[in-house]
């Protein structure tokens, strides 16, 4: 495994951070007002899906996710019947987790005859996210990759090797990504160097802080306002005594409207003894949390459980919605979340639950020797033989 | 659409993607000549340039090469180069971001620009004027090719990024050496985007309209080849590729040549078509008049073996579809026209000559999901006559179909005055807009009627640009009108939760 953090990175010429988040905005705008004027016009509602998925995921603005159900909404209304509608519905739904609508809105595309390319590519994406057949997956994520030589297909073929812990080939998939990227849009530039920052801070064994820092440090050089690689530099930062420097990352990104943002933001003000100024950000965190789950329970289940085991301090909320995550998407990364929680809390029988099933859906898999989920297994039946 | 959104590389930064190239005379000065290009396909109201592409305006000196099914141009090897790039956004508390580019014009010297200022910059000397920052698109589409239905401009409202050049021809061309030149507009990054591998690909380039969109790609199922047209060199097609293109292109003129049925075009006369359009830069003769409808003349009279007689290039208004789909599809036997005659705003006859942006609309949708077949409710509100509202004293209906106007009272007594602007039946639906007693303006409203389960759904919208009133004011009148008109559906004919 290569240990010299970004030796060959060149940072690629693109548009700079502000323009490019200005001018999404701007079509995004457009978009919608094309739509409005014309909801059946081709190809407009898949510009919307397209805008608002930047939207949410590198700007971190989260009101996208309840403009693209209102979008999906609207096309049912308008032609409920239409491959077209239900491809977006599929779409839309698997952006925000709900994974289960999405496979029946999908199956209906697919009944309406809609492209099998399409249908196939949001089919691989979900089955990705739900931990399904991930072995089938590889083998048609490389032979997509290899036929188109996107960037979007490689960094899914990148995520998906870090699933099942490649993490040595995860790595150079992002590397070939970026190495081979000849566009001058900042954001897949920024999305990659995200995924390699989260590769070595959070899916590795042994994390590699400084390596991880120096992804997202460029995530965020080419893309000033994303949101999320903001967060994880700064818990980088906090847990590294740098809490100034996290503060200073997190002010600027509370305008998003991601309660992590708050969260992290309180987690640094306490590291500092400030907190009368935590609690209020705490309290706005907790807030923004419950109503993010009121409206998209499914997908900020992980991150309220995340949130719930830490400073949101509410072990039983946070079981439940780990336990909702891996109901929903069981993975084993959602396993060991769960489990996590439920032993860090105390809860020895819904820990030794969640590792039962945990290796009843994984136990088989290579990736599970690599989990910390098939310690714990051990050291429980040694524990019983004991 | 021209050359909008016209390749899958392209969509990554809209702000690369070039829409559109014009050549025409100045309408202020007969003896300058301005050359433009547009980027950023629906760019929205603060949408900026790109700082890390460079865009050019390249011109070639052009000839004629043969007449008639032996038809063909050559150009040059010389360039005449005009280059731009842009700075960083400029932010001050509470002001717009400003942005400014430089401009590099033929001859080394370089000009400042400050992007959006309708004055542009002017070289001291006066020969050399640029302008860049949003205009309403000029371009208009109103086809449906797929059944070769006219429909409203697809791009009603659109705006571009445009880059304007006007200069003294003479001096800037050197006319005395000859009048006809070929141009085309390229966008390229600025710099190798890694230090190993493989050089930095042009982004895109535009020649004539529609080379990417309708001539090479112009059906569904054909392998998309726009990326590898996108990143040619442009007067210089790779050799080992040109075959490949040109077979495209003569299997693309057979299929627009067969979209009436009717063959136009003798296979000789299609081949030179093809390889007269294979060589994709836009013809203009500064010694001849460039006209709104001159665009392609010089292709399409030296294809027909006949001496060109206008200027060609394309002005800000030209109907430049209409113009190539009624060549392609019957070389010029009939005029084919689309539904729209013109852009969302024309071209002006003052620097920078294309129109102000077209302001941000508001929209407003409703809907309402009902008990009732949509047949029903279609037969009570599917008539432009909107006496089932309950805000409506009264009605007059003056005329019948598409134009239809509808006087109306409304019960606190103000009048509002709506035409029809289209209706399908088929699909339970019409649109129309507002000429008074709203106040609004560019207001267009549409109601339809869905099948939804067994009941149906009621969708009402429009879009426009308030008048004299804060934003949030009209909204709430529009909104109020659709709000209390649906509400009065569902105690009607059933609220279907």
């Known amino acids: 495994m290569n240990t010299d953090p970004g030796s060959d990175w060149e940072r690629p010429v693109t548009t700079d951070g502000d323009i490019a988040v200005v001018n999404l905005e701007s079509a995004r705008r457009r978009s919608w007002s094309k739509f409005i004027q014309d909801p059946r016009r081709h190809g407009i509602a898949e510009a919307i899906v397209e805008n608002e998925r930047l939207t949410a995921q590198l700007v971190g603005d989260i009101s996208a996710l309840d403009r693209l159900e209102s979008l999906a909404r609207q096309l049912s209304q308008i032609n409920a019947e239409s491959a077209r509608t239900a491809l977006i519905q599929a779409q839309v739904a698997s952006m925000t987790h709900r994974f289960t609508e999405a496979r029946r809105f999908l199956a209906g595309a697919e009944q309406d005859r809609a492209p099998l390319e399409e249908v196939s590519r949001i089919r691989l994406n979900i089955d990705q996210a739900c931990g399904v057949d991930l072995d089938g997956a590889l083998s048609a994520r490389r032979e997509i990759a290899t036929k188109s030589g996107r960037l979007e297909d490689l960094v899914a073929l990148g995520a998906l090797l870090a699933d099942l812990r490649e993490f040595a080939d995860a790595d150079r998939i992002y590397r070939q990504a970026l190495r081979e990227y000849r566009d001058v849009s900042p954001f897949p530039v920024a999305w990659v160097c995200f995924q390699l920052g989260m590769l070595w801070a959070e899916l590795v064994p042994r994390p590699q802080a400084d390596r991880a820092a120096q992804w997202y440090r460029r995530a965020i050089d080419c893309l000033p306002r994303y949101t999320k690689a903001r967060i994880h530099l700064a818990e980088i930062y906090a847990s590294s005594g740098r809490t100034s420097d996290a503060e200073a990352l997190l002010l600027p990104a509370l305008e998003s409207g991601d309660p992590e943002a708050r969260w992290r933001l309180a987690d640094a003000l306490i590291s500092q003894g400030r907190q009368a100024d935590a609690e209020g950000h705490l309290h706005a965190a907790r807030v923004a949390f419950e109503a993010l789950l009121e409206r998209h329970l499914l997908a900020f289940a992980d991150h309220g459980a995340e949130f719930y085991a830490g400073s949101g301090n509410n072990s039983r909320r946070a079981l439940e919605l780990a336990r909702l995550n891996v109901a929903n998407r069981p993975t084993l990364r959602a396993y060991e979340q769960a489990h996590d929680i439920a032993f860090n809390s105390g809860d020895r029988e819904a820990a030794s639950e969640v590792l039962a099933e945990a290796r009843i859906r994984w136990g088989k898999a290579a990736a599970f020797a690599s989990s910390p989920l098939d310690k714990r297994f051990s050291e429980e039946r040694e524990g019983a033989v004991a | ?497």
């Open chain 2, 1 to 497: 659409m021209s050359d909008h959104i016209d390749g899958p590389r392209q969509i990554g930064d809209p702000a690369a993607d070039l829409t559109d190239l014009f050549a025409f005379t100045s309408p202020e000065n007969p003896s300058r000549t301005v050359l433009t290009a547009c980027l950023f396909p629906s760019a929205g109201a603060d949408a900026m340039f790109s700082n890390a592409v460079s865009c050019s305006i390249v011109v070639r000196r052009a000839s004629v090469a043969g007449l008639g099914d032996a038809a063909q141009f050559r150009t040059g090897d010389q360039e005449i180069r005009f280059t731009c790039r842009f700075d960083l956004l400029e932010r001050a508390p509470g002001a717009k971001p400003v942005q400014r580019g430089t401009f590099t014009l033929p001859d080394g010297q370089t000009l400042r620009v400050v992007v959006n200022d309708k004055n542009g910059a002017s070289t001291p000397d006066g020969i050399f004027r640029i302008f860049a920052g949003l205009r309403s698109d000029p371009f208009y589409l109103a086809w449906l090719f797929a059944n070769m239905r006219p429909i409203p401009n697809l791009l009603e409202h659109d705006n571009v990024l445009c880059i304007v050049i006007e200069f003294d021809t003479r001096r800037a061309l050197d006319t005395d050496k000859g009048s006809l030149f070929g141009v085309i507009a390229e966008t390229i990054p600025l710099a190798p985007t890694s230090p190993v591998g493989p050089l930095p690909l042009r982004l895109d380039w535009v020649g004539r309209p529609e080379q990417t969109n309708m001539r090479l790609n112009y059906g569904p199922g054909i392998e998309d080849i726009r990326d590898l047209w996108n990143q040619q060199t442009p007067f210089a097609i790779a050799s080992e590729h040109r075959g490949m293109f040109l077979q495209r292109l003569k299997e693309s003129f057979a299929h627009w040549d067969m979209r009436d049925n009717k063959q136009d075009w003798t296979p000789s006369a299609l081949d030179a078509n093809a390889r007269v359009f294979l060589d994709d830069y836009l013809l203009f003769d500064v010694a001849k008049p460039i006209t709104d409808t001159s665009h392609l003349e010089i292709e399409k009279s030296t294809i027909n073996g006949r001496t060109y007689e206008t200027g060609g290039g394309r002005t800000v208004d030209s109907n430049v579809i209409d113009i190539l789909v009624t060549w392609l599809v019957n070389r010029d036997r009939e005029f084919l026209r689309g539904g729209a005659t013109r852009a969302t705003k024309p071209g002006t006859t003052v620097f920078p000559y294309f129109a102000e942006p077209n302001m941000e609309l508001q929209d407003i949708a409703e809907s309402v999901d009902l008990d009732a077949a949509p047949d029903r409710v279609w037969t009570l509100i599917g008539q432009f006559d909107p006496s089932w509202h309950p805000l409506v004293a009264s009605v007059r209906m003056i005329g019948s179909g598409i134009g239809q106007l509808r006087i109306i009272e409304t019960i606190d007594g103000k009048q509002i005055v709506e035409r029809l602007e289209a209706a399908d039946n088929s699909h339970r639906s019409y649109s129309y807009s507002n000429i008074s007693g709203l106040p609004v303006s560019s207001y267009i409203g549409a109601l339809e009627v869905n099948p939804r389960g067994s009941g149906s759904s009621v969708t009402w919208r429009s879009q426009f640009l308030p008048n004299d009133q804060p934003d949030i004011v009209v909204k709430a009148i529009v909104t109020t009108l659709f709000k209390t008109g649906l509400a009065s559906l569902k105690s009607r004919l059933g609220d279907s939760r």
